[in-house]
Every structure is written in C-alpha cells, then in structure tokens.
C-alpha cells in the first residue's frame, strides 16, 4: 500500500507563506483523489482542498485565493502553497489518498503549522 509523508510545515508569522508537500511511496495514481486535511486543537478536522484525477480542484472557503493545491506525478508528490497565512490556519496539516474502487484512504502522519500574529 502507498504510504504518504508530509514534509514543510512551520512557525511563520500572519501574512507570510508556506509550502507543504506530500510525498507518496509509490505512484499517486493509486488514488483517484489526493487531499489536505487540517485540524486544530479542539475542531474536528477539515478538508482544505484536494485535487481528483480528473475534475475539478476544490477549495474550502476558508481558503480559496490563498491556498493552492498541486501535483506532480512524475515525483509522486502533491503540494499545498499557503500564501497570506493567518493565525486561523494555526493546525496540524494531512495528506490524504483517496480510491474510490475500494474506499481505501491513505493518511500521512500529519505536519505542524503554526501562524503567529
């Protein structure tokens, strides 16, 4: 099973940026969606945006305009570019692999980001 690892994650002051990366252990194209998910302490976690193998990339509101979500097949990696960060986006950050075909989900151990004011 393809296993993920997140790397990137941070303190950062409120208005500047960070780059988070998932690295998957083999080819994403085990998935049929690759996601980040975030929770903070004390909230239920939260998609943040995920991008299918085809379709269309979403966004949560919380995010859109600030966050973009990309992959890059030939390095079996997925990247989350977080610009204009707020002390709000203060959370653990998860990459997750979705198969539909056999409701597999695959789970990285998670990344730190934590914006000050």
């Known amino acids: 099973q393809v296993q993920l690892v997140e790397t990137g994650g941070g303190k950062v002051q409120a208005g500047g940026s960070l780059r988070l990366s998932c690295v998957a252990s083999?080819?994403?194209?085990?998935?049929?969606?690759m996601s980040w998910y975030r929770q903070a302490p004390g909230k239920q976690r939260e998609l943040v945006a995920s991008?299918?193998?085809?379709?269309?990339?979403y966004y949560a509101n919380s995010v859109k305009g600030r966050f973009t979500i990309s992959s890059d097949i030939a390095a079996n990696t997925v990247h989350l570019q977080m610009n204009s960060l707020e002390p709000e986006d203060t959370a653990r950050y998860y990459c997750?692999?979705?198969?539909?075909?056999?409701?597999?989900?695959?789970w990285g151990p998670g990344a730190q980001v934590t914006v000050s004011s």
């Open positions: 991008v299918p193998s085809t379709g269309t990339i």
């Open positions: 997750n692999g979705h198969d539909r075909a056999t409701s597999y989900d695959s």
């Open positions: 083999g080819s994403i194209f085990a998935f049929d969606t």
